[in-house]
């Protein structure tokens, strides 16, 4: 599969590309900075290409071609941004426009527990915190995704995994579409190893398109 990664320098996206040359995919790392992916220059499969989420132009030229795009993207974390954040709202925008306008309708996105009506699924003490501590960060994954979801012209997967760890050791997880998953009731924790190969799961699979797939620890 031909695979472009945008957000491939973050702590998750990284991962999303290792997994996915491991794999045997062609990948196009799309980077804000490419001092941050210098070790990775020359690899077999890899493609490295400078550039922002919000220059659809840019990423037009960069996904044509392409299978598939998968979003890992994240905001700084800054006590200013649980204040105010707007990352998403205007990455994925742009990342629909360059999709339509080079052919390609496969998208997979990070997004987070707790965002949307994923919250349903929390007890009340966490759908607090989400709505408090979290609020901004959420608030601009929702109304993001929401007209992705309601759109013709991309095939969406968003994938929320419960709190990132950067652990090595991979314990089992879950990954169960958000119509099936029974009530979380307490912080979980799942490795961004394990969350990567949930992302490129679903690229692969056509059946999770339309899906929120929720990814936690394994019961």
Do not use: N
């Not at 998208?107 to 003490?125: D, I, K, Q, Y």
């Not at 007209?147 to 095939?155: E, G």
């Not at 969350?195 to 799961?201: C, G, K, N, R, S």
């Amino acid at each position: 599969m031909k695979l472009v990664v945008i957000g491939a320098t973050g702590a998750t996206g990284r991962r999303v590309v290792t997994q996915a040359l491991e794999r045997g995919d062609e990948v196009t790392a799309y980077v804000r900075s490419l001092y941050k992916m210098e070790d990775l220059v020359g690899t077999e499969g890899l493609r490295v290409i400078p550039g922002v989420a919000e220059d659809a132009e840019r990423m037009t030229t960069t996904m044509e071609g392409a299978d598939a795009v998968v979003v890992a993207l994240g905001p700084a974390q800054t006590p200013a941004t649980f204040l105010r954040c707007d990352l998403m709202q205007h990455a994925l925008p742009a990342i629909r426009t360059a999709m339509v306008r080079a052919g390609v309708r496969r998208l997979v996105v990070l997004s987070a527990w707790g965002v949307g009506e994923t919250a349903r699924a929390a007890s009340l003490p966490l759908r607090i915190g989400f709505a408090t501590l979290m609020r901004a960060v959420y608030t601009d994954h929702e109304a993001a995704e929401a007209p992705l979801r309601a759109a013709d012209d991309v095939d969406l997967t968003t994938v929320h995994p419960v709190m990132l760890t950067d652990d090595a050791e991979e314990a089992p997880v879950e990954v169960v579409p958000f119509e099936e998953l029974a009530p979380i009731t307490r912080p979980e924790q799942v490795s961004r190893g394990a969350v990567a190969t949930a992302l490129l799961d679903a690229a692969h699979d056509p059946r999770t398109i339309g899906q929120r797939l929720v990814v936690h620890p394994a019961r």
